[in-house]
């Protein structure tokens, strides 16, 4: 079995758990997530093993980085790999609808079990689920919840636009 390591990120939508392993970053939580979960007993708390996902986090959310390059290590089923590994590819300060999530991974019927997959990303920021959006355009569940959702599709949008500090006046 191999070392689980993980810390803790104060950020601007709340504190973050990193969790990684030898291959790389595994999960990412909120503080009140719906999937949140106390770290496992067998798990050791390391600043240091975290803190090249901690830089490019804080790089984020200070608005200098819009791609992660980080290794990554999700565990998941062949499908939600697949839309997992689609979301990577969501352009910054930009939205899809699940139903075009689902073509982009080929499954265009799948649209409901994309969501599930998208429901259940364990590295929400990294993999910009939160990116995902109705297909009328409405802001939809969110791991984060839907106001940490909407704060981080503004940060980027401001980031997008050269108006990152512009964003607390909205």
């Not at 810390?7 to 709340?14: A, H, V, Y």
């Not at 496992?40 to 200070?62: D, M």
């Not at 920021?125 to 919840?145: D, E, K, M, W, Y």
Request: glycine fraction near 12%.
């Amino acid at each position: 079995m191999s070392s689980i390591w993980y810390d803790n990120l104060s950020t601007p939508i709340g504190c973050l758990r990193l969790v990684a392993d030898g291959q790389g970053l595994r999960e990412v939580w909120f503080e009140t997530g719906r999937h949140q979960r106390d770290p496992a007993p067998t798990w050791t708390h390391s600043p240091p093993a975290l803190a090249f996902a901690r830089v490019q986090l804080e790089e984020y959310f200070a608005g200098t980085r819009q791609l992660f390059d980080l290794p990554l290590h999700p565990i998941g089923t062949p499908f939600q790999l697949a839309v997992w590994q689609e979301l990577a590819r969501i352009p910054y300060g930009t939205t899809i609808s699940y139903g075009e999530l689902a073509q982009r991974i080929g499954q265009p019927q799948a649209v409901r079990a994309v969501g599930a997959a998208n429901g259940r990303n364990p590295l929400p920021i990294v993999l910009p689920c939160h990116r995902v959006i109705g297909a009328n355009g409405s802001l939809t569940g969110f791991g984060g919840g839907l106001p940490t959702k909407r704060f981080l599709l503004a940060m980027e949008d401001g980031v997008a636009r050269g108006d990152l500090f512009g964003l607390a006046s909205r």
